[in-house]
């Protein structure tokens, strides 16, 4: 309403100003470096980065002989490789809001069955390797099978395969080591120039399980069932599916580590990956992944992997007992979870009060 006496032309322009003022705010709220760099600070990964970042400042002042050096760093990234390849896989079942416990054990199904084939049965490396990674892959279908069909929670359906993929490893090896061919040794012992095959492998698998998390379908439904499993269901997802998948894909990766972890030793024996499930699964914890489901990064898997190698590293070279190492990851662990617990807790009362406002 225009006041008695005021020019019509001055409240035009008053108006225009304001629009303008209005519209500058608004583009300034919008600003993408603004937002990219809020994304940045405000990332899991970003807080699991500066924590590996502080670890190896503290062990190259302490260190300073030993661990800065490209051979040990080199021999670092190989000996957590084939924990983080296994990372990935349970990180994906993970952001569903299951668990599996059986990876560790699948790790030694897998080696050992590719082992025993290529030394008992004389068949092909690839081959070999072929089957070890179904091996795995069924032992996957196994746990989704008692997951989805008989409604088992997923720690007593993957406790109970982590039985029996021991048990097979046992079977098929009676208890001893079946040795392995030199071609399949140079696997996990050989170099592409400076760079152990085995740190090629990692990243390969850590790029193309990143696109196919977030670039894909089937990957953004991966992240809405453990988001809210009852809405991903109402939305049309088959979550029955879902879960069949990231549980055999769990069940391949962690064959693929076991297969991996064997050639870099040369042998293939059944009590690989004994108790490695905690290593895999802490990986996961510590690299940002939530206990509840429906978050976690392929790079924070690998980076929480990193951060239990460099942490195994420092203490040899510290020359600390073996033994405290358990106890730093146990640790790890509950520190992990806890400020996982925390961030939920802050990101919720944060949406409250933006809401409110």
């Known amino acids: 309403m225009l006041q008695r006496g005021e020019p019509v032309k001055q409240v035009k322009q008053d108006k225009a100003k304001n629009h303008a003022k209005d519209s500058y705010n608004y583009t300034d709220k919008l600003d993408p470096m603004k937002i990219s760099l809020k994304r940045i600070f405000r990332s899991e990964t970003t807080g699991i980065f500066l924590i590996l970042f502080l670890i190896c400042l503290v062990l190259m002042v302490v260190c300073r002989e030993t661990f800065p050096t490209s051979d040990n760093l080199l021999s670092v990234a190989r000996q957590f490789s084939y924990i983080a390849i296994a990372a990935i896989g349970e990180l994906m079942v993970i952001i569903t809001n299951g668990i599996d416990l059986s990876v560790g054990s699948i790790m030694g199904f897998g ?180 206990a509840n489901g429906g978050s976690g990064t392929v790079l924070g898997a690998i980076t929480g992997a990193a951060i239990m190698g460099v942490i195994r590293n420092g203490l040899v070279l510290l020359d600390v007992s073996p033994y405290w190492v358990q106890f730093a990851i146990g640790t790890i662990i509950v520190i992990a979870v806890a400020i996982d617990q925390f961030r939920a807790k802050y990101n919720q009362k944060r949406q409250l009060r933006e809401v409110k406002a």
């Not at 990674?133 to 929670?153: D, E, Q, R, S, W």
């Not at 993957?158 to 490893?169: K, V, Y």
């Not at 040369?266 to 990986?283: F, K, N, P, R």
């Open 111 to 290: 080696s050992v069955l590719a082992g025993f084939l290529m030394h008992e049965w004389a068949f092909q490396v690839p081959v070999a390797i072929i089957i070890g990674l179904i091996g795995g892959g069924m032992i996957g279908a196994l746990n989704a099978f008692f997951i989805t069909k008989l409604n088992l929670p997923p720690f007593i359906a993957t406790l109970g395969t982590l039985s029996i993929a021991r048990g097979l490893a046992y079977a098929i090896t009676k208890g001893y080591t079946v040795p392995c061919p030199d071609a399949f040794a140079a696997i996990g012992q050989g170099y592409l120039g400076p760079i152990p095959l085995p740190v090629i492998y990692m990243v390969i698998m850590g790029v193309s399980f990143a696109v196919f998390l977030s670039r894909t379908v089937v990957g953004r439904r991966i992240y809405a069932l453990g988001g809210n499993e009852e809405a991903a269901e109402v939305s049309g997802i088959n979550i029955k599916r879902i879960k069949c998948l990231v549980y055999i894909l769990s069940g391949v990766l962690a064959a693929a580590g076991g297969i991996i972890c064997a050639a870099r030793l040369g042998v293939a024996q059944s009590t690989l990956g004994l108790g490695y499930e905690l290593d895999v699964i802490a990986a996961v914890y510590i690299g940002g992944a939530s």
